[in-house]
């Protein structure tokens, strides 16, 4: 079974189409770039699957559940995960502080009991985020003192405290320096390698898009042009008119 299906999605603001049409499935262990020029409906899709936004046509589910009429928070509960260019870390906080009250808010609430009896466990759950994003180092820093990378890093340990199934990454390289885009990619490389879980990523940078990606979907006027393998894709006489002509 697909871990997310997208099944003839639209969306129109007024008479305008953004999104039109798509159809997408990403598979458990799966990495789906999605690339297209600026414009061309990334973030829209982005918002449709997360649930900022509603199509007007058309389903989308996870797992097996519909979840197109699902608020956005009970998208999460149910495991999909998304970061956002505007970061959600505490600047005065540590690493280890950001990502403990994001534990603690996935278990928080109906589990408020959870607190006091584990704070032990608390601990071993941030110190094994925290080495799955390669940040234990950084665990006392504060979290404003970081390097744009190490920051990227800290905002996927935050999503992977909701514990995701399906990851949603928009423009996880934008304004990581040169240097540090490798250690990143290594990061995000090791999201879906043997976890289940599944990763739908935009990005702009090709060489870290042909290096990830198991599929890439290009979008263009917000409809899917095409969704195969990068070498297919890349060989794509349409594709290659549309987009890549038109420079990245
Ligand atoms: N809330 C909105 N109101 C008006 N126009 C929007 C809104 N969201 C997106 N758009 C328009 O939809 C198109 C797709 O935008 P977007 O999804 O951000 O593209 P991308 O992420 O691929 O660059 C653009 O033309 C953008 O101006
Ligand atoms: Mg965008």
Known sequence: ???????????????????????????????????????????????????????????????????????????????????????????????????????Q?????????????????????????LAEVRLEHRAGRTAGSLAHGEKRKLEIALLLAGEPRVLLLDEPMAGVSTEDVPALVEVIRGLTAGTGRSVLMVEHHMEVVLDLADRVAVLHHGALLACDTPAAVMADAFVQEAYLGEGL
């Open 1 to 103: 079974m697909a871990a997310l299906t997208v099944e003839r999605v639209s969306w129109t603001i007024g008479a305008v189409p953004i999104v039109h049409d798509v159809t997408l499935h990403l598979e458990p262990d799966e990495f789906v770039a999605l690339i297209g020029p600026n414009g061309a409906g990334k973030t829209s899709l982005f918002n449709l699957v997360s649930g900022l936004r509603r199509p007007n046509s058309g389903r989308i589910l996870l797992g097996g559940d519909d979840i197109t009429a699902q608020a956005p928070h009970r998208r999460a509960r149910h495991g999909l995960g998304r970061t956002f260019q505007t970061s959600a870390v505490f600047g005065s906080l540590t690493v280890a502080g950001n990502v403990a009250l994001a534990v």
């Open 105 to 129: 808010a996935r278990r928080g609430g109906a589990m408020r009991a959870w607190r006091r009896r584990s704070d032990r466990d608390l601990t071993l759950r941030v110190a094994e985020i």
